[in-house]
Structure formats: C-alpha cells, structure tokens
C-alpha cells in the first residue's frame, strides 16, 4: 500500500508543474472582499507562471441564503465556464450543531446544483473561515473555530466539493507563530496577513501547487510572507487529497482540463489528451523504453517496450483518469480517457 501511494505522489508532482490557467468566482462577503483576496491569489499565481481570472460577488453579511436569492450572483454562477465556484458564508452562520447540513442549509444545494449545471466541468470550493480572535459570546475561538470546521467539511462531503482550510492554517499560524496577527483590529475580519494566508490556501487548493514557490509576498514583510506560505504548504499542498483536492477528478471525465501538460520534462509528449481509442507517446530520447500504465488507483495495468513512438490502444479502459511513466522513473503524464 506504501509503496502505491508512493508511486500516486511521484506521479501526481509531475504533471502539475506547467503553467495553468483558471477561472474562478468567489462568492461570500467581507471576509473575501476585504484587501482584495481574489486579487491576492491571482497575483500569487501569476509569480509562477499561473494565471486567474476571476469575477466576484460579495455583499456585506452575505449569507449562503442571501446569495441563493441574491440576481447578480445567480447570474454569474449562470455565466458559466468556471473551474472553480467559491463558496463562502456569514462568519456566524455556520456557528452551531447540525445533524444535517443538506437539511440546515438547503439553500447551498440550490448553489451547488447551478454551479454544475452552467460549469459542468467546474467544481465547488467551500471557504473554510476561522473563529473569531477571542471567540464570541459564550463560544471561545477553540470551540467556534471547531464548529466551523466540522460543517465546512459536512457541507464538503455532502456535496463532493473542495476545500479551501483558510481556517486550519490561521489556527496553524496563531500556535506556531502568534506576532503574526491574521486579524484586524475588529478581531472578526483579516488583516493583509490574514488575507495573504487564505490567499496562499486558495493557490494551494486551486493551483495544486506549492505556495512556497510563489514569490509575491504584497506589502508583508519578506520573512513573514515566507513563514505564511510555509504554513499553508504544511496545511493544504502536503495534504490535498484530505481536503478532497483531486478526489473527484474521475468524475470529470468528459472535459478538458485546463494546465493538463502535454510535455514533460525528460519523458515525452502525449496526444491527444482526453482520448478515446488510441494515444501517441513520442519520447525525447531514441533509446529503449519501458512504459508502464497506472490508473488513478496507482494499480499497474499493461507494460510495454519500445526504441520509436508508441502507439497505446486505451480503446478496453474505462473512462478516467490514468498515468504513464518509465519503469524506474518518478516524471510521468497523465492523460484522461473518455
């Protein structure tokens, strides 16, 4: 089992290395709109070469309900084409012990139903938030902070979507290193650090990239900067999959993955990717080759040898996700069969 795991993680970190391009809408309130988060993140991709495009909607105290009846919204959830739809509700609304949040808040069923329907190829992504910084009324930060977890992920599980943990990395920040202050002082809304954390989590989640290797730090001290994308490679690159990031990508066998690399370095070139019947490897070098095929399960399927191109009949697969690499080798490609 070690060693599966071991060949899915050498598999999947080469074939995330290229320049993507996404398009993402953030839909919350202050907690998004405060010091530009959307901006942040696009700005701490294009440091590596990534592009965002983005679009918002954000109103003061937005509730997930709010945004459900809420025109502009709606209307550009209906725009469609998005790779990602964000997801993020009113600070206390997730305050409390759901048995059911399907049945608590029906109204993100509403969202997330529009969400695949206009960007069938998209994904939704819950905002996980953070408590407050001394907690509220009878609530301390611990236990406000818990409960808002737990139902970003109950929400998260009910509706195969992603998360993006903003809050377990300021909860990672405030053990590790407290003169960082995430807050403003409301102690509710970020301070531009707090802000730069989420950032830093939304290029993880959305990117699937190390955030280390982002060199935009905004106005934060250069030290500071690093400690936070630190604590966010930590949190959410090291762990993706807890956060459901690439768990669902076999149900998106249909569609055509933007920033899936055609080329990887020291291996060859794949085409066409998604396939159907047959794909072509060309390699970059003449000398014998031997291929091995994995599905998403990191499960050997078939071997081959070969001096010149090779031609894969995939033609007996099942649609998903599979992965070729050469015998011995960590770089690899990944392709989609449909």
């Known amino acids: 089992m070690k060693k599966t795991l071991l060949i899915l993680i050498l598999l999947y970190s080469t074939v ?3 320049g993507q391009n996404k398009n993402v809408l953030f839909i919350g309130n202050s907690y998004t709109s405060v010091n530009n988060l959307p901006q ?9 070469g990534d592009t965002m495009l983005f679009d918002s909607s954000t109103p003061g105290g937005a509730t997930f309900y709010a945004h459900s009846l809420y025109t ?9 084409n998005w790779d990602y739809v964000v997801l993020q509700g009113q600070s206390l609304q997730l305050l409390g012990y759901f048995p059911n949040v399907a049945v608590t808040f029906p109204e993100v069923g509403v969202l997330d139903s529009l969400i695949n329907t206009y960007s069938p190829c998209g994904e939704t992504m819950f905002y996980r938030t953070w408590g407050r910084k001394n907690g509220i009324g009878s609530f301390s930060y611990e236990t406000m902070d818990s ?9 998260a599980d009910t509706f195969n979507a992603v998360v993006s943990p903003v809050g377990e990395v300021w ?8 003169l ?3 807050y403003d002082p409301d102690e509710s809304h970020p301070s531009v650090a707090g802000s730069y954390a989420a950032a830093c989590c939304f290029y993880s989640a959305i990117f699937r990239k190390d955030p280390t290797l982002c060199t935009f730090n905004s106005t934060l001290l250069s030290n500071d900067a690093l400690i936070i994308k630190a604590a966010a490679k930590t949190i959410v690159f090291d762990s993706l999959m807890k956060w ?5 990508d076999s149900l998106f066998t249909n569609c055509v993955f933007s920033g899936m690399p055609e080329i990887e370095n020291g291996f060859g070139k794949i085409y066409p990717n998604p396939a159907t019947n047959n794909i072509i490897l060309e390699f970059y070098k003449g000398h014998q080759h031997f291929i091995q095929l994995y599905n998403n399960l990191g499960i050997l399927l078939k071997e081959m040898e070969t001096t010149a191109s090779l031609a894969i009949n995939i033609s007996d697969l099942p649609n998903g996700i599979y992965f070729l690499r050469e015998k011995g080798e960590s770089n690899g490609i990944k392709f989609v069969k449909q």
Request: glycine fraction near 4%; proline fraction near 2%; hydrophobic fraction near 50%.
């Open 147 to 155: 409960l808002i977890h737990v139902n970003y992920m109950a929400l």
């Open 40 to 48: 942040m993140v696009a700005d701490l991709a294009s440091s590596t």
């Open 180 to 182: 960082i202050e995430l």
């Open 171 to 178: 909860k990672y920040i405030r053990q590790n290193y407290p």
């Open 244 to 248: 459901h990031v690439g768990e669902y």
């Open 72 to 80: 502009v919204t709606l209307n550009k959830i209906m725009a469609g």
């Open 16 to 18: 995330i290395v290229e």
